[in-house]
C-alpha cells in the first residue's frame, strides 16, 4: 500500500517550488549546467526527438546515458551515433549506451531492468506517445496510459535497487501542459473505446505522470529514502509526437504548426535537462517552460492543477497501478 501522505501537501509544495527557483535562478541555461562526469542516466525514448536531446546533452557534459528504443537497433545504432558527434567536437569523455524497451510489454520492462545491472544516479522517464485510435495492451490498458505512465510506473519499480545504489538518485518525469485536460478518476483508467476521446485520454496519462511523481516523492520521504522526484514538461517542442498517430491529413496541419509555432528541439529539452542535472531540486517540483502559458521560455516552475496535487487521487492511481502491474516497491 502507498503509505500516508503529509497532512498540508498544498505547503509542501510551495515551499519546494521556492526552494526551486532560488536554486535555479532567474534563467537557467545550458551553460550553467553542472558537469555530469562519472553521472549514469537512464533516458528513455532516447532514440529521437526530446529524448535524443536530453541524452546528448548530458553526455556532453560527461554523463554515462543509456537510450532505450522500442527498436533495439535503432537504440544501439542512434548511440553510436551520438558519440561520434561528441567526439567530433572534443566533449568530455561521457559515453552512450542503447538498449531496446517496450514499455506497452512489462516483460520487456523487466528484462531491461534484468539487462541494468549498475548503480543509476538518475532515471528520466520520457518516452511516450500521444493521440492515435483506442488501442489496449495485453492488461487490457489504453495504449497512452499503458507507454506514457504505466510503463514507467512499472520501470521505476523494478530499478528502485539501481537507483537506491546510486549518487543522489533522481526520477524525472515527463508531463504536459495537456495534463490539465484529463483526470483520474476510474473510467479514464480503464477507458472503453466507446468513451475514448484522445485528447483526454493523453491528458490523463500525462496527469497520472504529475501525480505519481509528486506521489513518488512523498513516498521516498516516507520512507527515509535519498529519492528526489520531479517533474517536466517541454512546452510545445517541434518533434514528431503529434504526428506519429494521426491520419494523413491531420499530421499534415500538425506538421506546419510544428513549423510555425514549436520551439526547436533542444529548446524544448532544456527544461528536461534542468530537472535532471540542477543541483538540489526538491522533489515535486514540475520545471517547464517560464512564459506564454508554459509553452515558451526559459525553465522555471511550471502551474499545475489542484487534481496534479491531490494526494489522494494519486494515492488512489498508485494502487491502481501496482494491481495492474504486479510490482510493489520496495519489493521488485
Excluded at 503529509?6 to 535555479?24: N, Q, S, Y
Excluded at 511516450?128 to 495492451?137: D, E, N, R, S, V
Excluded at 526538491?282 to 525553465?299: E, H, I, K, M, T
Aim: include cysteine; proline fraction near 7%; hydrophobic fraction near 45%.
Amino acid at each position: 500500500m502507498t503509505p500516508p501522505t503529509t497532512p498540508d501537501p498544498g505547503d509542501d509544495l510551495l515551499r519546494a517550488e521556492e526552494k526551486a527557483r532560488a536554486l535555479m535562478g532567474a534563467r537557467w541555461t545550458r551553460g550553467v549546467m553542472p558537469s555530469q562526469a562519472g553521472r549514469r542516466v537512464l533516458v528513455t525514448g532516447g532514440t529521437r526527438g526530446l529524448g535524443r536531446s536530453v541524452a546528448t546533452a548530458l553526455a556532453a557534459r560527461g554523463a554515462h546515458v543509456v537510450i532505450t528504443g522500442t527498436q533495439p537497433r535503432q537504440a544501439i545504432a542512434v548511440a553510436s551515433e551520438i558519440e561520434a558527434s561528441l567526439r567530433g567536437k572534443g566533449a568530455p569523455a561521457g559515453s552512450v549506451m542503447g538498449l531496446g524497451l517496450d514499455l506497452a510489454d512489462l516483460d520487456d520492462v523487466g528484462a531491461l531492468a534484468e539487462q541494468l545491472t549498475a548503480p543509476i544516479d538518475c532515471l528520466v522517464d520520457n518516452a511516450g506517445i500521444m493521440w492515435g485510435p483506442y488501442a489496449t495492451t495485453n492488461l487490457g490498458v489504453e495504449r497512452q496510459l499503458a507507454v506514457n505512465f504505466l510503463g514507467h510506473f512499472a520501470l521505476v519499480g523494478r530499478l528502485l535497487p539501481r537507483l537506491m545504489a546510486g549518487r543522489a538518485p533522481r526520477v524525472v518525469s515527463l508531463s504536459s501542459t495537456y495534463h490539465r485536460y484529463g483526470d483520474l478518476r476510474p473510467t479514464s483508467l480503464d477507458v472503453t473505446a466507446d468513451a475514448y476521446r484522445p485528447n483526454a485520454a493523453y491528458g490523463a496519462s500525462k496527469l497520472a505522470t504529475l501525480a505519481f511523481a509528486r506521489e513518488l516523492g512523498r513516498w521516498a520521504r516516507w520512507h527515509g529514502l535519498p529519492l528526489t522526484s520531479v517533474a517536466a514538461h517541454p512546452g510545445w517542442a517541434d518533434t514528431e509526437l503529434q504526428t506519429l498517430q494521426v491520419p494523413r491529413a491531420q499530421r499534415w496541419l500538425m506538421r506546419v504548426a510544428n513549423a510555425t509555432l514549436a520551439v526547436p528541439v533542444d529548446v524544448g529539452a532544456d527544461p528536461i535537462l534542468c530537472a535532471a542535472s540542477a543541483p538540489g531540486l526538491p522533489s515535486g517540483v514540475f520545471v517547464g517552460p517560464s512564459r506564454l502559458g508554459g509553452y515558451r521560455g526559459a525553465p522555471g516552475i511550471a502551474t499545475s492543477t489542484a487534481a496534479a496535487n491531490d494526494p489522494a487521487a494519486a494515492a488512489r492511481l498508485w494502487e491502481w497501478a501496482s494491481a495492474r502491474t504486479g510490482i510493489r516497491y520496495l519489493d521488485s
